[in-house]
């Protein structure tokens, strides 16, 4: 029997209780993290969404910009939804000049890149490596990836509509980046297998 898992929110800002929530599901010791010392008691961490701008802010505010960096950098299993992919980008479009990104996976990303809040949208999206019917994604004010690099792996695309093609799900090593927010929808497959990730590491 593997050893409990402990799984961080990063909790600056964004959906935080919901992603608690769908970790407890999947039988996660979750807890919230803002401070340094949170952030060394948990083996993985989710970034939620929220404002990328706002989180990147209060990450150097709360002293956590380079602890966070530096335990990616090591091997920490890191998920990051919408704001949280942005988070995870290489490089990020349409951000503010002093926007600031903890990495993690060679992409690059479009902040805002489906509209406003009045252009949210649900749509169906096949996520490589999960089962099941096709996700039921929601996207709210949500970025789009526009190119990965070698090391990256696409795992899902918009399958219909205007945004048809457009990439939103992508992985690298330990670290997992959507668009979309699984947190608010009930289907806990994308947390269940980024918890199964964060243990095999």
């Not at 990836?145 to 990256?152: C, K, M, Q, R």
Request: one cysteine or more.
């Amino acid at each position: 029997m593997s050893r409990d898992l402990t799984v961080g929110v990063l909790a600056l800002q964004g959906d935080v209780r919901e992603h608690l929530r769908a970790l407890a599901e999947c039988d996660a010791l979750a807890r919230p993290v803002r401070r340094p010392e949170e952030l060394d008691t948990v083996d993985a961490l989710v970034i939620p969404g929220g404002e990328s701008t706002a989180i990147s802010k209060l990450a150097v505010d709360f002293g956590l910009l380079d602890p966070i960096r530096k335990r990616i950098a090591d091997g920490m299993p890191v998920y990051g939804s919408c704001a949280g992919m942005i988070m995870l980008a290489g490089t990020v479009l349409d951000g503010r000049p002093d926007q600031q990104s903890f990495g993690g996976i060679d992409m690059t990303v479009r902040r805002n890149a489906f509209g406003r809040q009045v252009d949210s949208f649900e749509a169906a999206v096949e996520i490589d490596g999960i089962d099941g019917d096709p996700f039921h994604a929601v996207f709210i004010r949500a970025p789009w990836v526009e190119e990965v690099g070698p090391d990256a792996r696409v795992l899902g695309r918009v399958t219909s509509g205007a945004a048809a093609g457009r990439i939103v799900a992508v992985r690298q090593g330990h670290v997992l980046a959507t668009a979309f927010h699984p947190e608010l929808t009930g289907d806990l497959r994308v947390h269940a297998a980024f918890v199964e990730m964060a243990r095999a590491s």
